[in-house]
């Protein structure tokens, strides 16, 4: 009975989120699900992604998703683009359902990219699709090397991986090759990034990559 009761929720979960990939589809917005553990470094990466893209004439909003407190939000308004905040009180993950009620706080025929910041946890954001274009899965060095392995979910759906905190390497017992061996096993041809969010390394292959998914964006008709 329980099983059925999952099946169905996720079902009615994928509907309204192939409504949503359409209707990005039409608006020709390219929708980004960062997702990650606690702490490893999501606002960051946004805190320093949306000034780079708003050099670059993009027009950049963020759906944040949290259990508790507006503080991610807090720190993403201060460079003046529309985030809007979706507290979870209590659900670890985020839902398509909240996605649709979010767009309607947002202009989708101002906009170039949508980042949602979803819930920070690394087993099932990564098994309830909101609709977005690409899932971007971040797992920082103090984490350990083998959370590829451990949470393969995740890393088997990721178009894009992010190895955040490198600048710590030196300090802590994170073989990059379990890592890269791993990601291998479960996503032989994902893209790899290695950042320094906070030290501002890896940025420009980051940016990059978003400028590509936004062209190919405007490709597909
Ligand atoms: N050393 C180091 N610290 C970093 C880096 N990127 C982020 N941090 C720090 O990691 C901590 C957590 O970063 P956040 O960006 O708040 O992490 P988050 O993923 O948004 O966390 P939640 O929203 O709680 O899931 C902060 O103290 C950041 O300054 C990095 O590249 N290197
Ligand atoms: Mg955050
Ligand atoms: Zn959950």
């Not at 398509?96 to 202009?107: M, Q, R, T, W």
């Not at 980042?115 to 087993?123: A, I, T």
């Amino acid at each position: 009975m329980q099983i059925k009761i999952m099946q169905n929720i996720l079902a009615a979960n994928e509907r309204k989120a192939n409504e949503l990939r359409s209707l990005l589809k039409e608006k020709k917005i390219l929708m980004v699900n960062l997702i990650s553990s606690p702490g490893s470094g999501k606002t960051t990466l946004l805190e320093k992604t949306i000034p780079l893209l708003q050099a670059k004439n993009y027009r950049v909003a963020v759906i944040e998703g949290d259990v508790e407190t507006d503080r991610d939000a807090q720190r993403l308004m201060a460079y003046g683009i529309p985030v809007i905040l979706i507290t979870t009180s209590g659900a670890c993950h985020l839902e398509s359902v909240s996605i649709e009620k979010a767009f309607e706080s947002l202009n989708l025929d101002e906009l170039d990219i949508i980042f949602v910041e979803n819930v920070g946890n690394l087993v099932c954001p990564a098994e309830f699709d909101i609709g977005e274009d690409a899932k971007v899965a971040l797992l920082s060095t103090p984490e350990g090397d083998d959370k590829v392995a451990k949470y393969p979910l995740l890393f088997q759906e990721a178009s894009l991986v992010i190895l955040n905190k490198v600048d710590l390497l030196a300090f802590i017992p994170f073989k990059e090759s379990y890592f890269e061996e791993d990601l291998k096993q479960i996503n032989p041809q994902v893209a790899v990034i290695k950042m320094a969010a906070q030290q501002d390394m890896g940025l420009e292959e980051w940016i990059d990559w978003l400028r590509e998914m936004v062209s190919r964006k405007h490709r597909t008709d």
